[in-house]
């Protein structure tokens, strides 16, 4: 069973900064991409940054200049970097591991998800 644990939100003033961290944690062979979701009420989740395997970075517009992610390979683990931090920015972010390969019991490739964690920016 692979398990995504998140850490790294909480309350910050506008302007400020934030970093997120997940780690997975699991028989892990492989991750394809890594990345960050975000939600707030009564709004669909929304892609805020992925990276993949190899560190290409695709990023939302409303985040680009201002979030960096990145990824160790080796810790199963990505982090992201929320600088220049904007009320708009509260949501809760999930973690996402596209494409994770285990080998036990049998080789099977399916996503995973955290269980969130707030951000919240107040002006």
């Known amino acids: 069973q692979v398990q995504l644990v998140e850490s790294g939100g909480g309350l910050v003033q506008a302007g400020g900064s934030l970093r997120l961290s997940c780690v997975a944690s699991?028989?892990?062979?492989?991750?394809?991409?890594m990345g960050w979701y975000r939600q707030v009420p009564g709004k669909q989740r929304e892609l805020a940054a992925e990276?993949?395997?190899?560190?290409?970075?695709t990023y939302a517009d409303s985040v680009k200049g201002r979030f960096t992610i990145s990824r160790d390979n080796n810790q199963n683990t990505v982090y992201l970097q929320m600088n220049s931090l904007k009320p708009e920015d509260t949501a809760v972010y999930y973690c996402?591991?596209?494409?994770?390969?285990?080998?036990?019991?049998?080789?099977?490739?399916?996503?995973?998800w955290g269980q969130g964690t707030q951000v919240t920016v107040s002006s």
């Open positions: 996402n591991a596209y494409g994770v390969t285990t080998m036990i019991p049998e080789r099977a490739t399916r996503d995973y």
């Open positions: 699991g028989s892990i062979f492989s991750i394809n991409a």
């Open positions: 990276i993949s395997s190899g560190g290409s970075t």
